[in-house]
């Protein structure tokens, strides 16, 4: 069995920057979390990396799905993520060491890549 994906919550602002596919993309089983909200390969807890609570709208309210990545995937976006957002990050470009949103994707690659 391996070790999970990450072991700390991912804080809602880096999250934010980890985009899910559209929910008209993804399979059943990735709406509900049992498969990767990227690639479609299934998860066990032990697998899996919470992505957080996405809002969505339909006609008669309001429902939540609460998508999972497998670690790859996860440090694949996070890598992105951490490239864009450190070019644009006046803390980043000062002393990245003090910039939360940064150290966090910076170490979903470092645990998505072990």
């Known amino acids: 069995m391996s070790a999970p994906a990450t072991t700390q919550e991912i ?3 880096v999250l934010h920057l980890l985009s899910v596919p ?3 993309d993804q399979s059943e ?4 979390g ?3 909200v990227w690639d479609g390969q299934p998860l066990t807890a032990e697998t899996a990396v919470e992505l957080g609570e996405r809002r ?3 006609l008669d309210g309001h429902y939540s799905t609460f998508p ?3 670690a790859p995937c996860v ?4 890598h992105r993520a951490l490239l864009d957002h450190g070019a644009s990050c006046e803390q980043c470009v000062d002393n990245a060491e003090l910039c939360i949103v940064g ?3 910076y170490r979903l690659v470092r645990e998505g890549r072990r």
């Open 11 to 13: 804080p809602r602002e």
């Open 22 to 24: 559209s929910l008209d």
């Open 29 to 32: 089983a990735q709406q509900r």
């Open 34 to 36: 049992a498969a990767c």
């Open 56 to 58: 969505h709208r339909r």
């Open 68 to 70: 999972r990545g497998c």
């Open 75 to 78: 440090a694949d976006r996070a």
């Open 103 to 105: 150290r966090v994707l």
